[in-house]
DNA sequence: ACGCCCGGGACGTCCCGTTGTT
DNA sequence: AACAACGGGACGTCCCGGGCGT
């Protein structure tokens, strides 16, 4: 239930997402959600973030590890939301942007639960990053997280990998040049 | 009335606002929304969109127009958004973005008009930096426009302007860097 | 609508109706219901109250007027409520009282309305006793307006109109004792 | 349970009181409800009704003894009435009406124990008037309920308690007339 | 006797869009 | 241009009841 939850929020978003569709599509009792959730739409929402969060926080590491050299482990991770976004017909970008644009506002439980995926996708990253012997990793691993969101959001609004791409060799040159100045 | 649209739509997305909520807000009558707007909410989602870019875009141009050096220009494009963000209680971020996600897979004429403000934004980047004398000005406008959107959307989740100072500094060294290695 | 509202108050309370069934026995458009009430359930069951109250009231002043005698005059109140609770086969009783049971203790509104319905009725049983002679007058109305709701209960609760004679027969006793008494 | 079920239903009605708050407020597990009530809500309603009825019953019996005039124990009763009405702040009222205003019309069963309950008090004072040698006791026991009922309703819808003392001053008036002349 | 979970229906709210009238 | 009224559908919530495994 909370993996047909995600990908519905993922997806549509918060608002447009309702409860009727998540039992529809996950084969769910309604009587169900209602128990197992009883703070209703928004405590779905919250575990259903930390649930997506959680997957693709393993799936990082696992691509991260995968790699003899770090900067070619960045470049192995875009590719791989890349491919995650085109095989869904561009449906399936990030799966907190979304909701945290949605509804973060109006939920303060939402927003901190959004809040805390990005840290850990953040601190996977600076610690990647460390590891490699990047100069200042902390603050250069928002710089990545950002410029990976941004390009999540452009790649799926234009239906078109490109930005992924584009991002990707700036990645790569940007801590090339990093890793051998510092 | 476009004004009212646009910033509702900025800050909660397109399924959570609400039509009511747009004429209420806006002290529109509602009998003449149909009148001016025979779409209904999606075309005035679509105007709201090509509002919100035109006005953006403006500012932009004045900014970039405002500076001396092209690398302070980008940085001071960047210190505003902030502004913005930081004043509205970190409530108005990208004007596309929120929309992009919860109702482009669903509109394609939404979609399209997400497409054209992103295009808009990245050709005036790409004149900026091409201005600048900077190789690759075109796809290091995607880069650009994508980190600042990442950070938008970082920085507006966490209430937090650090994300957009991290990619403003990041930024200022990587266009230093290329614009005299190129 | 009012009409069909208060007829389904009045039989099963406040709670147990349900607005489908308001728009669906009244023939009216779900759409209207929220836009004449835009209070809800609540305002539909304030004005429906006030629409009660003054049906009856007018019924109380035509019926108090046509006796001759202020005892009489009494009586055929009675008769006439009895009359009434026994043509709807016994669910018809108080139109007030149902739903100032069930509702008035959560719903500041409602019980305001119910108080106001009480007075008018008191008010218009004062004036009579008033006119008729009567000593103390006002606190007698109390008495009167008390003693006929709980013998519409108790009647309407046992499917009987004998506590409706039974308090009927004493009301006249007691006026015209007191009548001559003062 | 059934003392917590009975609360509510005396406060709240029938309709307006879910079985989960009964079982919240209550805190008795949720499977065992059915297993003690296979009848459900109604079973639930029916017994409630007869443990307030037999309680009050007690009460009654026990200040309708504890005075030595038979019309000084009837205004202990209402007086005692009154101050479980304060007491609760006016949410307390006939541990009866309620319910059989705003459920009896739909179950017989419920119905039969509301008239059982009350058959109940007003055998009890009509025993008490007989005992005092006051013509009529049967008849003038119904008035007596009815005008109890009346007040109690009247006084909790208005938050005061003016209604029953007017009653109380009636009564004993009339009673004291009434065991003079007959 | 009890707790966990299911099942699905109904509630009140509120929505978007369209009439007909002015 | 504007507005009142309609129309009905969908939302999230919450309910009452019961089956299953102790």
Chains 1, 2, 3, 4 share one sequence.
Not at 55 to 65: D, F, H, I, M
Request: charged share 20%; proline share 3%; hydrophobic share 50%.
């Amino acid at each position: 239930m909370l993996r047909t939850a995600a990908t519905l929020f993922r997806t549509q978003g918060y608002h447009a997402t309702g409860l009727n569709q998540v039992i529809a599509e996950g084969r769910a009792p309604k009587g169900s959600l209602y128990f197992h959730f009883p703070g209703g739409k928004e405590q779905l929402a919250v575990e259903s973030l930390a649930f997506s969060g959680n997957e693709l926080c393993a799936a990082l590491e696992a691509t991260l590890a995968s790699a003899p050299e770090p900067v070619e482990a960045l470049g192995r991770v875009i590719t791989l939301l890349g491919a995650v976004l085109e095989e869904s017909d561009f449906r399936d970008g990030c799966p907190v942007a979304t909701v945290a644009l949605d509804a973060a506002a109006q939920s303060e439980a939402i927003r901190e639960a959004c809040v805390a995926v990005y840290a850990s996708w953040e601190s996977l990253i600076a610690e990647h990053l460390r590891a490699a012997g990047i100069a200042g990793a902390d603050r250069m691993a928002v710089v990545v997280l950002a410029t990976i969101e941004g390009a999540l959001l452009l790649a799926r609004t234009r239906r078109d990998l490109a930005p992924l791409h584009a991002v990707e060799a700036q990645l790569r040159l940007l801590l090339t040049t990093e890793g051998s100045s510092s």
